[in-house]
């Protein structure tokens, strides 16, 4: 079996999926993309097909380390993200020649379901309290909200006020037993970091997501280490060498490696099993399509740690097309009781609607991140 062909769709509403061929006609696909980026990570797959075509897919451990160790720059969100996605579609073709799933691949799985959560507000909510009370309506057990809007390094206690009344509008919404995630989205410093955490303290909160950025982790351990909820991060790591120096601070309760910009299924189960030998939760990020969700559930089923797990149906991002749209059979992804199956079907356990992907494809996206600012015109972090 040899590599044939890579084709990248960059699909609506902002996601990025990979094609690959081989010579005996068996297809897998990935979603390596970053969000904003979608173009640039494509560009990134077309160099990286160089190393690709015409050897075999199934060597995926080898193709990984030519693709990571091939450059000589190495790392980094572009280049892990273009690895994700041919890691994962290498995966799918190796499940399909053998019919199995991943996770049969993996060792076998370790649960036959997993908890999701649903997204409940956009970045200035206004109605989280109602949008949490339907979720758990539809069956979801956990809801994730953002938790602040823009936040200068010292800034007013209205803000912090604010941000403590959505969060206690949707504990009352949905009572004591659901677990509410509230994401910081590295808008905050460290500064703000306490007061931001002191507020919310009261409402028994599930985790609270990127308090500070990763990159500002180290000089806020003394704020972190104090903090009474969990603590949560990781979408932007890219690598278990990232990763590996996180858990090394000892602040981090639960891990949130993107598969689609980790390294794919190979090295985010790595990533996981360094969290577990640190008493470590993870809880995969993905706000992405189905191909991503898919990939999280594979690992999801062989990775003991593995909390909860992120989807984006309904998130608001996705206006134009949905999680489902780009499937044959929407059933694969049933929630019920605040659970979704793990996916029993071979390789990624999916199947992509290809003429749809085909088609959505000619109107693609040039999606991009929204630009805030401060009142005195300086740029925010969004």
């Not at 990935?30 to 160099?47: C, H, I």
């Not at 010292?154 to 949905?174: G, L, P, Q």
């Not at 990020?285 to 149906?313: F, K, M, R, W, Y």
Request: contains cysteine; charged residues 25%; proline residues 6%.
């Amino acid at each position: 079996m040899k590599i044939v062909k890579l084709t990248t769709y960059l699909v609506p509403p902002r996601w990025c999926f990979l094609r690959i061929e081989t010579d005996d006609g068996v297809v897998g696909w990935g979603e390596p993309v970053v969000e904003g980026r979608a173009a640039t990570v494509a560009a990134a797959v077309e160099e990286l097909s160089d190393y690709l075509i015409g050897q075999d897919p199934r060597r995926i451990n080898d193709l990984w380390q030519v693709m990571y160790r091939g450059g000589f720059y190495r790392g980094g969100p572009i280049l892990m993200s273009a690895i994700a996605g041919i890691d994962q579609a290498l995966w799918d073709i190796k499940g399909k020649a053998l019919g199995l799933p991943v996770h049969d691949l993996l060792g076998g799985r370790v649960r036959d379901r997993i908890g999701v959560y649903s997204w409940i507000g956009g970045d200035r909510p206004s109605d989280t309290a109602d949008a949490a009370r339907g979720a758990v309506e539809r069956g979801f057990r956990a809801v994730k909200m953002n938790g602040t809007e823009e936040m200068a390094y010292i800034d007013t206690r209205d803000k912090v006020a604010h941000a403590a009344e959505n969060v206690a509008a949707v504990r009352e919404a949905v009572g004591g037993n659901v677990g509410i995630g509230v994401d910081f989205h590295g808008r905050v410093h460290r500064p703000m970091v306490k007061p931001l955490l002191r507020a919310l303290e009261p409402y028994d909160l599930m985790f609270v997501e990127e308090p500070v950025l990763t990159e500002n982790l180290g000089p806020s351990l003394d704020v972190l280490r104090g903090a009474p909820m969990p603590i949560a991060l990781g979408e932007r790591k890219y690598s278990r060498w990232d990763f590996r120096d996180i858990l090394a601070l000892g602040v981090v309760d639960i891990l949130q490696p993107d598969p689609c910009h980790s390294g794919g299924i190979t090295e985010t189960v790595k990533i996981a099993a360094m969290a577990e030998a640190h008493d470590v939760a993870i809880a995969l990020h993905c706000p992405l399509g189905p191909i991503a969700l898919a990939t999280c559930l594979q690992i999801d089923a062989v990775s003991h740690n593995a909390a909860i797990q992120e989807q984006s149906l309904g998130i608001q991002y996705n206006t134009n097309n949905d999680l489902l749209d780009y499937l044959v059979d929407p059933s694969v992804f049933a929630y019920s009781d605040g659970a979704v199956d793990i996916p029993l079907g071979p390789g990624l356990g999916i199947e992509i609607d290809e003429e749809y992907v085909a088609e959505r494809a000619k109107e693609g996206h040039r999606w991009r991140n929204p630009i805030w600012r401060h009142a005195d015109g300086s740029v925010a972090e969004w």
